[in-house]
Nanobody, 126 residues
């Protein structure tokens, strides 16, 4: 059974930092794209960052460029999201996602991902 488990969320003041982790189990994703999405109350789930299998390609939402960094450790089957200079508008539940297929792509659409974690809450106070 494939599982993605996020951790690292919490409450932080504006301007602070958090590092989210997503540990996968049940199969290896070392040859697959992975990504982070978020969903704020009353809003649709939105793309945050994506990374291809080799970590040679990354893509970010405009709202987080220059502040967030996605990375991965294939030996640990884990993807990370370093979030700096956090703003109140970053408050959301953050979800990790993984693609079932192998390949060089990096994706921004939820439908491109097959596996999802349960989410971790990030709250940024002003």
């Amino acid at each position: 059974q494939v599982q993605l488990v996020e951790s690292g969320g919490g409450l932080v003041q504006a301007g602070g930092s958090l590092r989210l982790s997503c540990a996968a189990s049940g199969r290896t994703f070392s040859s697959s794209a992975m990504g982070w999405f978020r969903q704020a109350p009353g809003k649709e789930r939105e793309f945050v960052a994506g990374i291809n299998w080799s970590a040679g390609r990354t893509v970010y939402a405009d709202s987080v460029k220059g502040r967030f960094t996605i990375s991965r450790d294939n030996a640990k089957n884990t993807v990370y999201l370093q979030m700096n200079s956090l703003k109140p508008e970053d408050t959301a539940v953050y979800y990790c996602a993984a693609d079932r297929a192998t390949g060089w792509g990096v994706y921004k659409l939820p439908n491109d991902y097959d596996y999802w974690g349960q989410g971790t809450q990030v709250t940024v106070s002003s």
